[in-house]
């Protein structure tokens, strides 16, 4: 069973839509988690963290944790050409501390004019 | 965050030999982490190096196949060793922020062993 696992892709939507993003892990221990924005040949970019449950919103992308659910999502809003890119789930591997991450396999977002 | 530089941003290997990579920090961090992604795939931890000690190794990942080293607080190598066509991958540095438990990488060095 892999550790953390990312709703199967590519997703595509059009511009101005609601892009939804599901990632789940199965280390109960896990603390911290992250999304990733990655643009094809470049490393990735964090755009958002979240450390408890509930929601978190930055501009136009929010963060949802549920940690008895075991379940992370990353909502954005008005999407937009430029957000087209792979988006990494990542999750504080075994509670520790210190950027030791551990990453979901990718979903490969299209914004489509 | 940290500024973190990564040379050489590519380059194309001979089978058999090997390449150093190197990562250097604007910062003094106490952890820095050795990636990889391979074609189309995600991300993989290699090791976890600490400075004034040995590297620590994921599971699939070993001392000989991908020495590290750490010799100051702002830099680290990574040695891809012997290398074979399936080292080729993208390779990247990254080191904690603020909080100490998210990442940011360097730009990557994209590797292309023939």
């Known amino acids: 069973q892999k550790e953390v696992e990312q709703n199967s892709g590519p997703l595509s939507v059009p511009e101005g839509a609601i892009a939804s993003l599901n990632c789940t892990y199965s280390d109960r221990v896990s603390q911290s988690f992250f999304w990733y924005r990655q643009y094809s040949g470049k490393s990735p970019e964090l755009i958002m963290s979240i450390y408890s449950n509930g929601d978190k919103e930055d501009g136009r992308f929010t963060a949802q944790l549920n940690k008895a659910s075991q379940y992370v999502s990353l909502l954005i809003r008005d999407s937009q050409p430029s957000d087209s890119a792979t988006y990494l789930c990542?999750?504080?591997?075994?509670?520790?501390?210190?950027?030791?991450?551990?990453f979901g396999q990718g979903t490969i977002l299209t914004v489509h004019p | 965050s940290a500024v973190i530089s990564q040379k050489p941003s590519r380059d194309i290997c001979q089978r058999g030999t090997s390449l150093t990579i190197q990562c250097q920090v604007d910062?003094?961090?106490?952890?820095m982490f050795w990636y990889r992604q391979q074609p189309g795939q995600s991300l993989t931890l290699i090791a976890t190096?600490?400075?004034?000690?040995?590297?620590?190794?994921e599971s699939g990942f070993v001392i000989d196949k991908f020495p590290i080293s750490r010799p100051n607080l702002t830099f680290s190598t990574l040695t891809v060793s012997n290398m074979s066509p399936e080292d080729s991958s993208i390779y990247l540095c990254?080191?904690?922020?603020?909080?100490?438990?998210?990442?940011?990488f360097g730009q990557g060095t994209r590797l292309t062993v023939v």
């Open positions: 190096a600490n400075q004034g000690s040995e590297a620590t190794y």
């Open positions: 910062s003094q961090v106490t952890m």
């Open positions: 990254s080191v904690g922020g603020q909080l100490n438990t998210e990442a940011f």
């Open positions: 990542a999750v504080n591997a075994g509670g520790t501390s210190y950027g030791k991450l551990t």
